[in-house]
């Protein structure tokens, strides 16, 4: 006969039965800083997981789910494609808005413009879209309708000063819709030997922008070239004729819808076939 069993109270390091540990139990102690250590494990491997977040791999995948605007390169379509960029895809990426601080004297230009056009009672937000540090250059986006008064704030501010305005860019964004055509201004100050640029768009349906040419007088032929290359009308401009191409041609070469080619070239009489009548090899 077996005596009477003895009862033991069930303690967090006993267990009896099929679910009994494997080798040596822990004290409570130890037991308790390996879940103190697992704890700060899980909580390393967030953080981990936060910082992934952030890696330009993973920000890469977020730009592919843009929506595609283009395919391929040249224009190339259901045709061998000797180039090798027949499966480029080009994703629509969203405007660029630097946060502050812009770093070097941008925070300080910033500001004072700020100042200045509130003290003329203008709102910045209604002057300015957007500011863009790239690069090492300062770019105001400004709204087409304030351009001449933002560029005299540049001119006349003594904290600012840009006294020159170096040249008249013009650039076409086919697949920016609503903002195609875009102008860019690059102003200089002399006095404190400092650069900004001003960038302004319109859309294709309605290429106006003011001209500049009262607030700097520089702009006179490079505005008039922008418009021969890529037809932005400067409204106010002074004489806005072709100044690079002849008085009776067509179009404006440089936009990124103008054709390819096809085009006589009078002084020989020859003719350059478009890109879809050439000789492709396979």
């Known amino acids: 006969m077996s005596g009477p069993q003895e009862s ?8 009896h039965g099929s679910a009994a540990p ?6 409570a102690g130890e037991a308790q800083a390996g879940e103190a250590q697992a704890g700060e494990a899980q909580a390393g491997e967030d953080s981990a997981g936060e910082d992934a977040a952030n890696l330009p791999a993973r920000l ?6 843009e929506p595609v605007i283009r395919s391929g390169m040249f ?3 259901d045709t061998p494609d000797t180039s090798g960029f027949g499966l480029l895809r080009v994703h629509k990426a969203p405007p660029i808005d630097s946060p502050r601080p812009y770093g070097s004297y941008f925070d300080a230009i910033a500001d004072v413009l700020r100042a200045a056009l509130e003290a003329a009672g203008v709102q910045f937000s ?4 957007r500011v863009v540090v790239d690069r090492g250059e300062l770019t105001f ?3 087409r309708g304030r351009l001449p008064e933002v560029a005299a704030q540049f001119r006349d501010d003594p904290a600012l000063r840009f006294e020159l305005c170096s040249g008249v860019s013009g650039v076409h964004y086919l697949d920016d819709t609503g903002r195609e055509l875009h102008a860019v201004y690059h102003l200089l100050s002399i006095t404190h030997n400092r650069r900004v640029r001003l960038e302004v768009s319109a859309p294709d349906a309605d290429p106006h922008i003011p001209s500049l040419v009262g607030v700097y007088p520089t702009c006179n032929w490079h505005e008039r070239e922008t418009w021969d ?4 009308i400067f409204d106010g401009h002074p004489a806005l004729t072709r100044i690079e191409m002849p008085d009776d041609w067509k179009g404006h070469p ?25 000789r492709h090899y396979s």
């Not at 494997?22 to 004290?27: A, K, L, Y």
């Not at 890469?60 to 789910?65: F, K, T, V, Y």
């Open 75 to 77: 224009g190339v379509q």
């Open 229 to 232: 290359f890529f037809g932005l």
């Open 8 to 15: 033991h109270p069930a303690g967090s390091e006993e267990t």
């Open 60 to 65: 890469g995948q977020e730009r592919l789910a």
């Open 22 to 27: 494997q080798g040596p139990v822990p004290p």
């Open 126 to 129: 209604d002057a300015i879209e």
């Open 141 to 143: 986006h400004v709204r």
């Open 254 to 278: 440089q936009r990124k819808d103008y054709p390819l080619g096809g085009i006589p070239v009078e002084y020989r009489g020859a003719k350059i076939p478009a890109p879809d009548e050439r």
